[in-house]
């Protein structure tokens, strides 16, 4: 391996070294969210992802759906809408309780927007089931406890909801808030029909006509809603000892079918569809400081490699002065024998030459410096030790190879050899 190559191969190496360093120091934490989500992809403290693999383990598949709930794929028969960061629009709320009553389940908890006029947003879902919210007061997580109901037989005590939710029995909540506001009803927003019932599960309040609802369920058609005023019971933090994690995953395995899918709805938390792992590099170098930082000084590195290695310019120009239109043999000899010294491969040279002087004797020409050697003595033994063959073999022993020396042996030793 000649100096040049040894040089290239270490320069890589030391580039390589320290890109996986400096990758290696910036490399993202993983292990904090700057937001919240109730995403079935994240095992940070405020994902889903344990809730999904307690359900896959007690026999549910889970999987999540990174598409609309309408103008694509139909509808699932279970799904868990957790804190939707995007509002699910009118039409497909309609698809979504079309298949609730044709024998679905749904597990709904509202992620709630606070609105210039101190209340929380109603969103479609909110209004179609004839639900309100609001934060706790002192008053109203007194006294949490269990209705007595099939899915609540021996859980443990309830943790105080963050929330509260109540029922709304007049006309459409969308209506009521926007009377109250002197506002125009939206014509693209309508309530889903009547109010379902609601069977309450998760009570809370200071006495028994004021009992808010943190977990009640639904009837709507051949289906159900699970509703849950507080989605924070399920995330990764709690969901293994709070109550209410129990309570879904009991709801779940109780209405869904064995062969049926549970599907957790990532479209609405932001989430379009997967990240190949070519986009996850390109966001990282393209999208943070640090990978930025990295790409740059790794694309610097790499065009000083190239600089360092590429030939400027032709080392002779096409065509040859008047002076020097014809070069003699001696000369193109010489000049070839500088261009192999300068790359370093004098050896390489050498042999070369030397395969004239095994085709006179009948041989292969030689691959390396040992077996040019032995067609060297070869030759002395079949027609006795001669000057030319001497020079010859001083001339592969010598470091470098000494060219000019083999090839002046070999041109007197085919010249002045006896004819056969």
């Keep these: 391996m000649n100096r040049a190559r040894s040089r290239t191969i270490s320069r890589v190496t030391a580039i390589a070294l320290v890109a996986g360093l400096a990758a290696f120091f910036t490399r ?32 549910r598949p889970t999987a999540p759906r990174i598409t609309p709930l309408a103008d694509a794929e ?34 709904y908890a509202p992620l709630l927007f606070p609105t210039v006029y101190g ?36 859980l443990p005590s309830p943790h105080p909801p963050r929330r509260v939710l109540r029922r709304v029995t007049e006309r459409s909540l969308l209506e ?48 159900r809603v699970l509703v849950l005023s507080d989605d924070a019971s399920l995330s990764n933090a709690r969901a293994g000892e709070d109550p ?3 309570l879904v995953i009991r709801a779940l395995l109780t209405h869904t079918a064995p062969a049926d899918t549970v599907f957790f709805d990532e479209f609405h938390q932001g989430i379009r569809g997967y990240e190949s792992t070519a986009r ?6 393209l999208g943070t400081p640090g990978g930025r930082t ?15 290695g590429l030939r400027f ?11 020097r239109e014809r070069r003699s043999p001696l000369e193109h000899v010489s000049a070839l024998g500088d261009l192999y010294e300068k790359a370093g491969a004098a050896r390489a040279a050498a042999l070369l030459l030397l395969a004239r002087l095994a085709r006179t004797a009948r041989r292969p020409p030689p691959r390396d410096l040992s077996e040019a050697e032995a067609l060297v003595r070869e030759l002395e033994a079949r027609r006795g030790a001669h000057p030319a063959l001497a020079s010859i073999r001083r001339g592969l022993r010598a470091d470098p190879v000494d060219l000019t020396m083999i090839a002046a042996g070999i041109d007197d030793h085919l010249t002045k050899r006896p004819t056969p």
């Design 244 to 246: 209410l994690a129990l």
């Design 74 to 107: 139909p509808v699932p028969g279970a799904i868990v809408l957790l804190s939707p960061q995007v509002v699910p629009s009118p039409a497909e709320v309609h698809a979504l309780l079309e298949r609730v009553r044709a024998g679905g389940t749904l597990v």
């Design 119 to 154: 209340t929380f947003r109603v969103t479609p879902l909110m209004d179609s089931l004839g639900v309100a919210f609001r934060m706790t007061r002192e008053g109203d997580v007194e006294n949490p406890e269990w209705v007595s109901h099939p899915l609540t037989e021996g």
């Design 294 to 308: 990295l790409f740059h000084v790794l694309v610097a590195a790499f065009l000083a490699l190239v600089c360092a």
């Design 28 to 59: 993202p934490e993983g292990r904090a969210a700057a937001d919240v989500k109730r995403s079935f992809f994240r095992t940070t403290p405020d994902g889903v992802a344990a809730l999904a693999r307690g359900i896959a383990r007690l026999g």
């Design 176 to 223: 009521r808030v926007e009377a109250e506001r002197g506002e125009t009803r939206r014509p693209d927003v309508a309530s889903e029909g009547s109010i379902a019932p609601v069977e309450r599960l998760l009570t809370t309040g200071t006495s028994e006509d004021r009992r808010w609802i943190g977990a009640g369920l639904m009837p709507l058609g051949a289906g």
């Design 280 to 285: 996850r590099w390109a966001g990282f170098a």
């Design 313 to 323: 310019g032709s080392p002779m120009t096409s065509v040859a002065p008047p002076d």
